[in-house]
Structure formats: C-alpha cells, structure tokens
C-alpha cells in the first residue's frame, strides 16, 4: 500500500517528497503515537515469568507437545547439510524519545 501512494503522489505531484509524508503523518497521528508508546513501556514493565510458568504447568498436566519439541521431533535428513539453519527473527523499532514517556 505504501508503494501505490507514493507511485501515486509521484505521477500526481512531482514536487512530492517522502520525508514530507513522513512529517505530516507523524503530525496527524502525534497523540496516537504518544499513547502507544506509553503503552509499549507499560507492557515491556510487565513481568511474564509466572505466566510462562503458569503454560508450563498447564502443559504438563494436559499432555500436550510445545513446539519446540514438534520442532525437535522433525527428522533432518531431508535438509542440505551445506545450508545454513535459519532463525526467523521480528524486530521492532519503537524509536521512543524519553521526554514523551513521562
């Protein structure tokens, strides 16, 4: 979606520059974004360690199989031994400025 707006506001406005969409979203959504950065602090604050341990319990007492033994199960013989095994990875960039948070 991004690509076909800019493809657009390019045919449409020559003169358009990303970095002033940028800026007006940025200006548009300002409180949006202030309040979820808040909450983004809020819920990194949050200790998981007793719900993880509250899964595992659950886990034991019903049976079931995480993924990490599926994952481990999986016979490797089908896999090219010379490919490197990958590691999905999601990163997310908040860009939080201090002074906003408090």
Do not use: C, H, W
């Not at 602090?41 to 019903?62: A, C, H, L, N, R």
């Not at 199989?65 to 016979?75: G, L, M, T």
Request: proline share 6%.
């Amino acid at each position: 979606m991004n690509r076909a707006l800019v493809r657009f506001l390019y045919s449409t406005y020559p003169e358009f520059n990303a970095s002033d969409l940028k800026t007006f979203a940025d200006d548009l959504f300002k409180s949006e974004l202030q309040k979820d950065s808040v909450k983004f602090v809020e819920y990194g604050s949050i200790d998981i360690q007793p719900y993880i341990e509250e899964m595992k319990q659950e886990e034991s007492k019903t049976g079931k199989i995480s993924k990490k033994d599926i994952a481990s199960a999986r016979p490797t013989a089908s896999k090219d031994p010379k490919e490197p095994e990958r590691e999905k990875i999601r990163e997310i960039e908040l860009d939080i400025n201090p002074a906003q948070v408090e």
